[in-house]
């Protein structure tokens, strides 16, 4: 107990020298700042900029690996490193400070916020699952039922039923009517389910009050696409079709890095139709990124596209199809989705099946996927492909993303939000 008791002493003790240190370097780094760029350096260091003691005169810049770290975490040394000298002159602090403005607007401090888009999409995914109420429903396109409780009343959202098109809009703060899908009795299907994460996602990218001032209910309508398509909604509404970016096809967005991806959602979908499914409520998933990883980023981007990894679903079906007993095959891959069968006890497809899908851009894509079962709702894409070969292994699917707004609108409001708060506070 003694020896516990010292080493928690010396690593409390080690933490408050180093707080206290990195409030010593910011208050060098701010002295003479004016309130806008004060601002500037905290909303950096959310970011995930931190300034440290360099033995050299002057000051110096290292945005190092930020766009490209899989274990990326803010508060990682490997991150986004501003270098300060205890002898750093006024003249050399200004110049230093008048930097912020553009290190705002570089590519590695957007690296870093997407990583901040990444820690609030899983964040969000594990609330919505971690409700038991929260139900996946086959029922039509956009359905939604909100039950009653005490605490989350049905009212936080409204219906604005028009002919085959539904649509919900929040009645309360837009915050109030997410913490619905947190905490109240909901059920929907899964379209609806990725406008939840959607929704979800921002709000915890931003917190509640920031979410609040920054968006308005009709911003976050839900229901079938046709009626949010045609109205002010920001991930899928048409008028805001010119401000969001669209890689259907995965041509640019890997070839960003491991952040290129996270924050997009898209579709699995099958290819050859309704006349090729045995499992018509499954006839595709809707799904939201949550993390990737750089082997993943590397793999799509040299293929060029999703191309290859459709190639590679196809194949995998075919081999399924051409088996001796094609239902049997799907479902006893299916049945090993965690990969924990030893392999003498797997058929020669089996295998072949499990080859294909050991691909990093099958295992370390994590996604969200609104589902009957809550443990299947946060999984790795090869999960999801195994799963639905089993409910249709007469199709193939393939991959497509949806147009979003994550690295420009909400970025763009993320940064003001920010900026506006803190001098307000000044």
Known sequence: MRTLLLILLVSSTGFARKTVQAGEIDAQLLRGASPR????????KELGWRAERSTKTG???????ACHSDSFVIENPSGL?????????????????????????????????????SKAAVLAAEKLVANPDFDFKTLQWGFIQFGTTRDFPKQAWKNTWIPRKLRYVPKSPPSRAIEQFYFGRVRSECAVGLQAAEMAMTYELFGALGFDRSFSSREFTMGTYASINDDEQIFHGEDLEDRNVIDQEGKFLPAKGVTGLIGYSGYLENVYGEDFLDNKANRGENFLILRASEAAAQAIARAGSFSEMNDLMKQVQKLVEQSENPKREAKEIYADRFSTMPNENKSHVHTEVDRLLSRPEFTDLLLFVQSSRHNEKIRELRYHVKRLLKLNPRTPYKIRLYRSPIDTQIFQRFTAERMDSCLVSR
């Open 37 to 44: 760029q004060s601002c500037q350096w905290n909303l950096l």
């Open 81 to 117: 490193i501003l270098k300060i000298s205890e002898k750093t002159s006024p003249l050399e602090l200004s110049r230093l400070q008048s930097e912020f403005e553009k290190l705002l607007t570089s590519k590695e401090t957007f690296c870093g916020y997407k990583h901040l888009v």
């Open 59 to 65: 000051f110096s810049i290292s945005p190092q690996l």
